[in-house]
């Protein structure tokens, strides 16, 4: 499905694009740069409205599919974010989403608030000095106790997406059973957020501290083998996206390359007309195009619920991950001195590309991931 998307999805990626450039061009996500909060709220909920939020989720929670294939819409949504440099939570919004798709009763008000876009919810996996562990099995050091009916949280998680801007932390700790996850609302006593700095101009990361947060037992959405179901397609889910999100940071990238080699003159022709950038074009465009398929291959083993669709993921985010960059890295060298300046607006997808790699495995992650696929199908 991935380069030939139906009428239905086809409409859906157009109103994304057109949304996008009406709200959110080049010139406002720079502004968000110098704003203290990464994206606007009211901006973030009209996104959800146009269904960002709703493709894995079910209808009963105000969720459902445009054309029967969620996570191949949501990696058509991801690409026009991603050629847009968009702000917004949207990436580890489809992580939470993909473990509470299916929780419990008693958390479908709250479900369906997300998908609205009136809550802002985002995963806490990462901790300090670690790695993507998850794809390894961990759900890290932070601990939740049994405390009287409920939990006892203590830990610190970092690289949190939108931390400052959540209301919610989907919070993947250890347990006295084994993984578990927790929602904890953003106010709770003992849940500090410090902002830190990224690469990328607009989405922004925290460190969230739990020091000894008391929760009840209906901040638990999933525990043992059900937990560790819930962090897979979080993580499968995450990586997916940001694959499809810098692929399509790159394909603005060299789209933009391409017309200035056509626009720029030097000894009277075209600098696309010179052998030796026609060679180098040619390649970006085939790894490009590779990773659009890796990307997609993914998305339709996910719809399918094919057996090897973790193993496509890993592939997707591990070859997006190492060719994306060389792409934009190019693009910026064929602009020659312009293309390393502030004012030039190929720095902005870098960061995303640069953000993507890092974030939700890298490609050393991910093939180790891959690795230990094959060892345990052998």
Partial sequence: MPHDPTADQRFFQTTTREFLAG?????TVRALADAGAGFDRDW??????????????????????VSGHPMT?????????????????????????AGLRDTADHLAETVAAIVAG???VTWAVYEPGAGFGVLAGSAGATRAEPSGSGYRLTGVKDRVEAADQADLFL?????????????????????TVSPAWTIDLTRRTGK??????????????????????AIRAQAG????????????????????????????????????????LKHRMADNKTWLEACRATAFAAAAAWD???????????????????????????????????????EHDLHLFLRRITLGRALYGTPEEHRRHITDLLDSAA
């Fill in 23 to 27: 709200t959110v061009p080049i010139e």
């Fill in 44 to 65: 973030w909920r009209r996104g959800a409205e146009l269904g960002w939020t709703a493709m894995l989720v079910p209808e009963s929670l105000g969720g459902g599919s």
């Fill in 73 to 97: 819409e949501l990696a058509l949504v991801a690409e026009e974010l991603g050629r847009a440099a968009a702000p917004g939570p949207f990436v580890t919004t489809t992580a939470a989403l």
């Fill in 118 to 120: 009136t809550l802002v």
């Fill in 171 to 191: 919070v993947t700790a250890t347990g006295p059973g084994g993984p578990i996850q927790l929602l904890v609302p953003a106010e709770t006593p003992g849940v």
């Fill in 208 to 229: 969230v501290v739990f020091d000894d947060v008391v929760v009840g037992a209906d901040a638990v959405t999933h525990t043992g083998a059900a937990a560790e179901s």
């Fill in 237 to 276: 889910a995450a990586a997916l996206v940001t694959a499809a999100e810098s692929a399509g940071a790159a394909d603005l990238a060299l789209t933009r390359t391409l017309t200035w080699l056509f626009e720029r003159y030097t000894f009277g022709r075209p600098l696309a007309s010179y052998q030796a």
């Fill in 304 to 342: 399918a619920e094919a057996p090897e669709s973790d193993e496509y993921i890993s592939i997707a985010k591990s070859y997006v991950g190492a060719k994306a960059p060389v792409i934009a890295q190019d693009c910026v060298q064929l602009h020659g001195g312009i293309g390393v300046t502030w």
